[in-house]
């Protein structure tokens, strides 16, 4: 027995000490299992497909509101957001020397912006469904961040993000490694998600996403095309790094729910590693066979042998220390 119970576990471990070489944390044996068999990814979009160093682009002010006055309220609202637009939106603001404003009761919704009081009035910032007095002809097919004040809009100011260089190589690299069904899973526009797709070679986009249509449409994947892997970097990707059968967390700049909840986290901000650990993940099993076999067929010879007597009782015993060595190695 004792080929079969080192092989596996001595392999597996070898695998996880391969991938923390190369910046990836695998918390268990079981997660190497199941990347090794993985069929679907599933990607977030901002900060994972792309590089997530939004810049702002255009600040549309409507209602008589001064751009700076745009700028100066959402700035100082997005300040306390973690999510990777109110980041760029907080810097850009610092960069042009804007005075931010006290804010009270800021209170931030899942998945939609963020809500306070600023002088007396309501401000939000985030998406159009925090403000009541909307009108779908200021909707932009940009990534935006909405201003309302009192729930009427002062404005948006959008944003442009850009690809990682390595993010079609990445698709293409799985693909080649029978992970044919590659997801985009997306809080964003559809028009935004979809052009991102077609440039990296990813199959199908889920866009306007909110954390719980996230866990929906894994849980439809996994249903036709199991295991699926969760790629992710935000707070609002923690619940569907948990859904997926193996949950991968952009741990550089990511959020601290993310890594927490994820079964895999990427230290180094680069999403090539998502498929150099499922190759290794997939060696690490082929191994883990391999060695299994041949401890078994080395030991059922030497038992044949042991059976007639050939062999002393001392040597057979160091013998069996021999076999153990060489499914070790």
Not at 150 to 172: C, W
Not at 183 to 203: F, H, P, R
Not at 285 to 314: D, Y
Request: with cysteine; glycine share 8%.
């Amino acid at each position: 027995p004792c080929p079969l119970i080192l092989a596996a576990p001595v392999a597996l471990v070898a695998g996880m000490s391969q991938a923390s070489k190369n910046g990836i944390i695998i918390r268990t044996g079981t997660t190497l299992e199941k990347l090794s068999g993985a069929k679907s990814v599933a990607f977030d979009k901002t900060g994972t497909i792309t590089q997530g160093n939004l810049a702002v682009n255009q600040i549309i002010a409507v209602e008589g509101t001064t751009e700076d006055e745009l700028i100066q309220l959402a700035a100082s609202l997005e300040q306390n957001s973690s999510h990777i637009l109110a980041r760029s939106l907080v810097q850009y603001a610092k960069s042009k020397g804007i005075t931010f404003l006290p804010v009270t009761s800021a209170t931030e919704v899942t998945a939609q912006g963020i809500i306070g009081k600023i002088s007396g009035n309501e401000v939000s910032a985030g998406k159009p469904s925090l403000i009541k007095n909307f009108s779908s002809e200021n909707l932009s097919k940009e990534t935006s961040i909405y201003v309302g004040k009192n729930d009427h809009l002062l404005g948006y100011i959008t944003f442009k993000d850009s690809v990682r260089p390595e993010a079609k190589e990445t698709m293409q690299k799985l693909q080649q490694m029978d992970v044919k069904n590659l997801v985009m899973l997306t809080g964003d526009k559809y028009s935004v998600a979809k052009e991102i797709a077609e440039q990296v070679g990813i199959n199908k986009v889920f866009a306007d996403c909110l954390p719980q249509d996230k866990i929906k449409h894994l849980k439809d994947i996994g249903v036709q095309n199991g295991p699926v892997l969760m790629v992710g970097d935000g707070v609002n990707d923690a619940p569907a790094l948990v859904t997926a059968d193996v949950g991968i967390a952009m741990g550089a700049h990511g959020s601290t729910a993310a890594s927490e909840n994820a079964d895999v986290v990427i230290m180094k901000d680069d999403l090539s590693k998502v498929a150099q650990v499922i190759a290794i993940a997939k060696h690490t099993m082929k191994i883990a066979k391999q060695s299994v076999l041949i401890g078994l067929f080395v030991c059922l010879v030497l038992m044949v042998i042991a059976a007639t007597g050939v062999i002393p009782t001392l040597l057979g015993a160091m013998l069996q220390e021999v076999v153990d060595t060489v499914s070790i190695l």
